[in-house]
């Protein structure tokens, strides 16, 4: 059953009214829960960063795969297009043009060994995870912690099984990606679709990768209501998910906001007058933002910097006046391995 508008508005005020001093007191303490999923983050991307080649994430970042499915060359390119949505109209993507991506071919797991000072500082930081204590955190602090959480689990995953080298193989990983958050052994799948989003998603998502007690999961270290906009904030390492960043209880729905308009803008293409592509995350989701594809179009317009926005709009006014017939294409979802890392 639905919560009433007025109570999910009244939860959140009392929320946010204990937040700064929960917040302050768990920054005072270096083994809070929040703290500690931001420093195995961090971590966890340090060492992939260590173990890419700037020069090749340099390059390959000017080549991905186009709305059409070829590949554009970086040669006499002057922007970046991580999701291939520029042949459609160049235009500025706006901040991913300038986050960090890592690949496959980009990586080297002989730059940093399982001895190093890094692998050293993440292995003490799972175990103090393997004990943490969650009792009493506001739904901003869950919010930001397991968001943290999830992304850790998926990189941390590829560590120790290695990147995956076929798409197929991602795929197969993702239920095998667990963590220990204290001492419930916890799947990649489960965070995402027990703790951070509504279970029926799941009819969409893999259900053979869930465990009968996950339900009672939810019950224990869920949130107090889903969050839609996760979507736009957890990466299982794929080409098509949004960038990684960490997460704070105190700013934690202010980035959301943030990572939900640039991911848009850089996923978002408009090529006038004929088409408009989306990608297929949006499509997925859909009930999370609209109740059709139609009122899901009219959302994402909304969240659309001004320029691409009014092309956006122009098109679906034309489609809606029949002058040009079924204008959204929605993209398909690239499996293969990458990271996109904001700052």
Not at 116 to 129: I, T
């Amino acid at each position: 059953m639905a919560r009433p508008e007025c109570a999910v508005a009244d939860k959140r005020c009392s929320e946010n009214n204990n937040l700064n001093n929960s917040d302050e007191k768990q920054s005072d303490d270096s083994s809070g829960p929040n703290k500690l999923s931001e420093e195995i983050l961090r971590c966890l991307i340090s060492i992939f960063a260590q173990m890419s080649s700037m020069e090749s994430t340099e390059e390959e970042m000017g080549t991905s795969p186009s709305v059409s499915g070829s590949c554009e060359s970086s040669e006499n390119v002057d922007m970046r297009d991580p999701y291939g949505i520029l042949e459609l109209g160049r235009r500025d993507i706006g901040p991913y043009n300038h986050f960090r991506v890592i690949e496959a071919s980009s990586v080297n797991s002989n730059l940093v060994t399982s001895s190093s000072m890094l692998h050293r500082k993440l292995k003490a930081l799972l175990k103090k995870l393997a004990s943490v204590d969650l009792l009493g955190l506001t739904h901003q602090q869950k919010l930001a912690f397991w968001i943290n959480i999830y992304n850790s689990c998926m990189m941390n995953a590829f560590l120790d099984q290695g990147l995956p080298a076929s798409p197929q193989m991602l795929v197969a990983l993702m239920p095998k990606a667990t963590i220990n958050v204290g001492g419930h052994l916890l799947s990649a799948m489960a965070i995402e679709h027990f703790i951070l989003r509504s279970p029926y998603h799941l009819k969409n998502a893999c259900p053979k990768g869930m465990k009968s007690d996950d339900m009672t999961m939810r019950g224990i270290l869920g949130l107090e209501w889903p969050e839609p906009l996760v979507t736009f904030a957890l990466s299982c390492g794929s080409w098509s998910s949004p960038a990684v960043r960490v997460y704070t209880a105190f700013q934690v729905e202010k980035q959301l906001e943030t990572a939900k308009r640039e991911y848009l803008q850089a996923a978002v293409a408009t090529s006038m007058p004929n088409k408009l592509a989306i990608p297929k995350l949006l499509d997925w989701y859909l009930l999370d933002f609209a109740k059709d594809l139609e009122s899901l179009m009219d959302w994402i317009c909304l969240q659309l910097p001004s320029e691409l926005r009014d092309s956006a709009v122009k098109c679906l006014e034309m489609s809606r006046r029949g002058v040009v017939p079924h204008p959204i294409q929605v993209l398909p979802y690239e499996f293969r391995f990458r990271y996109i890392l904001a700052p």
